[in-house]
């Protein structure tokens, strides 16, 4: 069992990133979805990889015409629970279709070939004593996010599936199904040429789709956000080692007299060839995790905007639904609400990070003793001064802001719009 609080002492003859324990388990979740670039990596493949993939998507894009036909002919004629229910499961599978269409882009690819050899902290843990530090401090987050994750997963899948099982069994419905008096209910709806409702045989069958579908579909919602997670938290790895390597950059070893009066504090010649070597190191290391960053927001910054965008309408139905006053609605959706809810709340609190260890550069340039260099070094500081103005990048399509005020904003709207909901209602 893989324990939720990490100390680090996993990593003990590790020689590869792909071997830590939160890696392999990333890996093993992004290979059920074909979307693990083993290839790209510099790893075996399987060459059925791409037929993997391409299933993959097929299954999503061919169950959305049943869902979204399901929703249009019974508009009218179920109740308002399964209506909501059903809106919500059609565009979790409309946003889990644009996620699997990532995998085939090879932008995706080296992204993630990329994170994996380059920028991941376990490659730079040798930089120094407080890279280090800063490596085992970023692996316990990503241990937990991860264990985290799969737990957040495990027992929302379950809920989500059995709730229906449960209800059909409460209410005598596999008992009473042949009479018409009652139909059998199932986590996921479509419009079907067959009844599934009142036919024990193709109940059976939709049970077990539901299933499979409910975890690819959670799979795409949560793991991708995992990895989106984890990069984001090796960005900040990094930020922080080039921070403190500004703020304990080294200072002259001796005072120049200037005048009989005044005496100031120079870098040497050949402290100021290891200054120069410093803040080339410097400018090199920054450069390539805005870099990074910027093709982290390019490649998903089309999900994480749709993300909002499902967000934004689907909070106040999953509220609406969610507080029926009954048991059932919280049995059934309030595992859902609170997976829905909290994936936002993730994403968004760890893109924050970003946008809060950007400011902190900021200041930590200022600490540099520029005053003490020569003007080809200044020089150097003053440009890296005018690109601490420039934070990573962290808005979607350039068009919304990933963070926490973006959330609040969201959030703050689906609860308004449910408590009016709510309202008309009651009335």
């Known amino acids: 069992m893989v324990l939720l609080i990490n100390d680090g002492s996993d990593l003990q003859g590790i020689e590869k990133t ?221 930020m922080r080692i080039i921070i403190n390597d500004m703020v304990t950059f080294r200072r002259p070893s001796n005072k120049v007299t200037i005048d009989a009066n005044i005496q100031d504090e120079f870098f040497s010649d050949e402290e100021g060839r290891l200054v120069a070597r410093d803040i080339g190191n410097i400018v090199q290391q920054h450069n390539k995790i805005a870099e990074f960053s910027a093709r982290l927001i390019s490649t998903f910054g089309p999900i994480l905007l749709i993300y909002y965008l499902f967000h934004f309408v689907s909070g106040c139905v999953l509220l609406l639904v969610c507080f029926q006053k009954n048991a059932e609605a919280i049995m059934l959706y309030g595992p859902l609400t609170f997976v829905v809810f909290q994936q936002i709340i993730q994403i968004s609190i760890v893109f924050e990070l970003l946008a809060t260890v950007s400011d902190q550069y900021s200041n930590a340039v200022y600490s540099l003793p520029w005053e003490c260099m020569k003007v080809g070094d200044r020089k150097k500081v003053f440009i890296m001064l005018i690109n601490s103005q420039r934070p990573l990048p962290v808005k979607a399509m350039n068009i919304v802001n990933v963070g926490v005020q973006t959330m609040a904003a969201i959030l703050k709207t689906s609860v308004s719009y449910f408590i009016m909901l709510n309202t008309f209602a009651e009335k």
């Not at 737990?151 to 409460?170: C, D, E």
């Not at 409702?197 to 991708?224: A, E």
């Open 18 to 238: 792909q071997d830590i324990k939160y890696m392999r388990i990333l890996k093993r979740r992004l290979q059920i979805l074909h979307a693990w670039p083993s290839k790209a990596i510099g790893e075996e493949e399987s060459k059925y990889c791409l037929y993997g993939r391409i299933y993959v998507f097929l299954v999503f894009a061919l169950s959305l015409p049943p869902g979204f036909l399901y929703l249009k002919n019974n508009l009218f004629v179920i109740d308002f629970m399964e209506l909501a229910h059903t809106y919500v499961t059609v565009s979790m599978s409309t946003m889990a279709t644009f996620r699997v269409m990532l995998v085939f882009l090879k932008i995706y690819k080296n992204l993630i070939a990329d994170f994996v050899n380059c920028i991941h902290l376990f490659n730079h843990k040798d930089h120094s004593e407080y890279a280090m530090s800063t490596h085992l401090l970023v692996h316990k987050i990503s241990h937990f996010f991860t264990v985290y994750i799969d737990i957040l997963l495990v027992v929302g899948l379950l809920l989500f599936n059995f709730t229906p099982l449960w209800k059909n069994i409460y209410s005598d419905a596999f008992t009473n199904y042949k009479t018409g008096n009652s139909s059998l209910e199932l986590s996921i709806y479509y419009q079907l040429p067959f009844d599934y409702k009142h036919n024990i045989y193709w109940y059976l069958v939709m049970f077990i789709f539901d299933w499979y579908m409910s975890i690819l579909c959670s799979f795409c919602f949560c793991y991708i956000d995992l990895l989106i997670s984890l990069m984001v938290f090796h960005i900040w790895g990094h």
